[in-house]
């Protein structure tokens, strides 16, 4: 290959690396601020592997098979990231750079009125082409380390924690390595004027790359298929468990009332054993009205959803809350599946009962209403104490924020993250006259 001239390595290599790295490293959420000099010495790095690589005798394109596995080793070590991190981190710098090169090459012979070769061949305007791309790669990674703004937030995607998980882990690799492909055959394109093009070796690069290319997406294909069909089983598995855990709720709930219904007769059978009978008949009314609120059982289309309604309706009747449910539409066209409207709905009521479990007699009350407006279903559960204050309100959807005690503050996150994956939004509204309400609204698919 060419030789890489020092004076481009030490005013373009050098700094196209450390740019390179702070922008991944920024959009991949790793504290560059905190470890800069890590970040810069890795960046001298890389950039010295390019030249000593480039000095080689060796065919372009295999100067890449040997520099990409040293930039994920390096990067691993200078970093102290996570392997799979390394790997997507320098895919995703592969990906930029190929990417601004294509545009900026072009971009400067068009204002120049130069060719290509022109400004490969020579030094400063190489240099001055690069840093058109490195300019504008050093404002964005600026702008995401000052609004410490993530795009690809790394935590749950590199650490996966099922089957599913991994796969869509894998396609995302495949996806990566088809993108620095492709960059790479666009480049021996763009760049065939300046080498002894079409040489054999050359030839031969091309065509393993267009032969990956070609099958790259094939195997994507069938692992996605496999990633649709776990996908459709987890679904099924957790919405049986969400219908297990609502119905062992609503059974423990009637252990609860048989054990009081005990007492109940007891109570009566003692009324009766000394001439209290007036007492024992009004006794028994206020158990039988009692008993006929808990034989109004909510009757749902879906058997999960039943089970949750029932379930719920059962502890505030328990705990003496008034739980008042109107499921005043059906539920068909509804994006959600089963066992997201259990979280959804589950961690709101949730909330609400307990909210209210400790407020005077006249707030001991919540209401849950499902209704269907033109091309959006709303899920309200309201409460009317206590009230959200104004501070708080901006907070609550954040993971870890309560205003309970010995809570973990991940119930509304949850419900956060599940509604807008759906395309939906959730608010909420607090006052004292109006009391608290959670909207939850979905676009019917």
């Known amino acids: 290959m060419e030789k890489m001239p020092i004076l481009i390595l030490l005013l373009y290599s050098i700094p196209e690396s450390i740019i390179l790295i702070s922008l991944c490293s920024a959009i991949y959420g790793y504290k560059v601020q905190e470890n800069l000099y890590r970040v810069v010495l ?5 950039a010295l592997v390019t030249y000593i690589v480039r000095a080689l005798p060796i065919q372009f394109g295999l100067n890449m098979a040997i520099q990409i596995p040293v930039f994920i080793f390096l990067t691993w070590k200078y970093l102290r990231v996570p392997l ?4 997507y981190l320098i895919m995703t710098a592969s990906i930029i750079i190929f990417l601004a090169e294509m545009i900026s090459y072009p971009l400067v012979s068009a204002i120049t009125g130069l060719t290509t070769q022109e400004i490969v061949h020579n030094t400063y305007l190489r240099i001055l082409t690069g840093w058109v791309h490195l300019s504008l790669m050093g404002a964005i990674t600026i702008v995401l380390l000052k609004k410490n703004i ?18 869509t882990l894998l396609i995302i690799g495949l996806v990566l390595i088809q993108a620095t492909l492709s960059g790479a055959l666009n480049l021996t394109i763009f760049i065939k004027n300046t080498t002894d093009w ?3 070796n050359n030839l031969i690069f091309t065509a393993t790359i267009s032969l990956l290319l070609f099958t790259i997406p094939i195997v994507s294909i069938f692992f996605l298929k496999r990633l649709l069909e776990l996908s459709e089983k987890e679904s099924i598995i957790e919405t049986q468990e969400a219908f297990i855990d609502n119905i062992n709720k609503l059974f423990v709930t009637i252990r609860a009332q048989r054990h009081d219904f005990i007492h109940h007769v007891q109570v009566i ?9 007036q007492e024992a008949i009004k006794y028994m009314d206020n158990l039988l009205e009692e008993i006929q609120n808990l034989s109004n059982v909510i009757k749902v289309k879906d058997p999960v959803l039943s089970a949750l309604f029932n379930a719920k309706t059962a502890i505030a009747e328990r705990h003496n809350i008034n739980l008042e449910i109107r499921i005043e539409t059906p539920l068909d066209g509804l994006s959600l599946k089963p066992f997201e409207i259990v979280k959804i709905l589950g961690n709101l009521i949730d909330n609400a ?19 269907k407006f033109a091309f959006v279903f709303v899920f309200d559960v309201c409460n009317p104490r206590p009230v959200i204050q104004a501070d708080d309100m901006a907070k609550v959807f954040s993971s870890g924020f309560s205003t309970k005690d010995n809570h973990s503050g991940l119930g509304l996150a949850v419900v956060k993250d599940l509604v807008e994956r759906n395309g939906g939004e959730i608010s909420l509204r607090s006052s004292e006259e109006d009391g608290t309400t959670f909207s939850v609204i979905i676009p019917v698919k």
């Open 269 to 277: 059978y003692s009324m009766l054993n000394t001439d209290q009978s």
């Open 198 to 200: 079409p040489s054999m």
């Open 84 to 87: 799979l991190r390394a790997f």
């Open 150 to 167: 993530s795009l690809i937030q790394p935590s749950g995607l590199l650490r996966p924690r099922n089957t599913g998980e991994k796969i």
């Open 353 to 371: 009962l307990e909210a209210v479990a400790q407020q005077p007699a006249e707030y001991r009350r919540v209401k849950v209403s499902l209704k």
């Open 42 to 46: 890795l960046g001298i790095s890389l």
